[in-house]
């Protein structure tokens, strides 16, 4: 469970144990959708890119190989070949974002597949069994996510189904764990906090949600299109409401720049796509800010992707030639350009860890939350 080891402001710096080993907090989640990391980047690499957690998807992977597939294979971790903990989303995002064509009901959702078409159900029991067959270490509740702005009626009503559901995945959860041929009898369930853009329907959702006492609590429904200052605000609406002995994890947060303005707010787990998309794209982040690598003054730079940094691809690699195998579509340039931001964002979460153990997290921030941010 959560233990608090240190704080400044609102900034905490914690641990969080599970059965597959110690997460030492704030973490990033490096996101590995359908079991790997786009670039070619496997779960042995991970170890030296100083990943923690290993967040993969309900959605993706009930549709292919299928979680019963996975299940038969050990789990995950057997699967994947990552021991430490993983985390699974429990695929109402990629229902409401992914899905052709979805039908809301008490029960659950209809929708269709977006990789055949084929017509499927899932609600809340369908998701923790899903989950529960991936044998993962967290489990997501499942929720509704609403696109911001939504009407306010709309939202609220949406945010009480959320906890009808969030009702559903506790029950099925527990009895779930009590089956012998579970795979992970300890799985831990972790509630969403929804209601949109609305502060008060926010606080009202926290309130309830935290009387179920779960393991740990996230808040969902931010970064889809409103500005950064609102989520800020939303955080700080909702933070003093979540429970101070639970991890608080914000969903598919960010850029450097919106980690740090979290960590400040008192979040402890993110995750986002961010760091393997843009290097792909060759957007590589550096301690001086974010470069394209496929701009022509790299053609012929022979420094690494960022002098400060130790990881394997700067320790070998120049920019030149990082370059050169993105623009000629080498997979290779793709895994190397993915390796150094993940290796980057955790190192920052490593360098924000240091900074609340040694009392200098404010300096840290302030001399980081611009520079991070800047094009260079």
Known sequence: MYKLLKQEGKARRGEFKTVHG???????????????????????????????????????????????????????HKFTGWDGPILTDSGGFQVFSLAKLRNIHEEGV??????????????????????????????????ECVENPSPYDYTKNSAQLTVRWLKRCKKELERLNALENTINKNQMLFGINQGGIYKDLRIDHMKEIAELDLPGYAIGGLAVGEEAEVMYEIIEAVEPF???????YLMGVGTPANILEAVARGVDLFDCVMPSRNAR??????????????????????????????????????????????????????RLAVMHN???????????????????????????????????
């Open 281 to 334: 794209h060759g957007h590589l982040y550096t301690w001086d800010g974010v470069i394209n690598i496929n701009n022509q003054k790299y053609a012929e730079d022979p420094s690494p992707v960022d002098i400060n940094c130790d990881c394997p691809v700067c320790k070998s690699f120049s920019r030149a030639y990082i370059r050169h195998l993105l623009k000629s579509g080498e997979m290779l340039g793709f």
């Open 342 to 376: 993940l290796y980057f964002y955790n190192s920052l979460f490593e360098k924000i860890r240091e900074a609340l153990d040694n009392g200098c997290f404010t300096d840290f921030y302030s001399r980081y939350k611009d520079v991070l941010a800047k094009r260079i």
């Open 110 to 143: 209809y929708f269709s597949s977006h990789i055949d078409g084929r017509r499927i159900f899932m609600g809340p029991e369908e998701s923790i069994r899903i989950q529960s067959n991936l044998g993962s270490t967290i489990a997501m509740a499942f929720d």
């Open 22 to 76: 110690t997460v030492q907090m704030p973490a990033f989640m490096n996101v590995a959708t359908c079991g790997a990391i786009k670039g070619g980047v496997s779960a042995l690499d991970l170890k030296d890119l100083k990943c923690q957690v290993q967040l993969c998807n309900t959605y993706h992977l009930h549709l292919r190989p299928g979680d019963e597939t996975v299940k038969k294979l050990g789990g995950l």
């Open 242 to 248: 979540a429970p101070s002995d639970r991890p608080r």
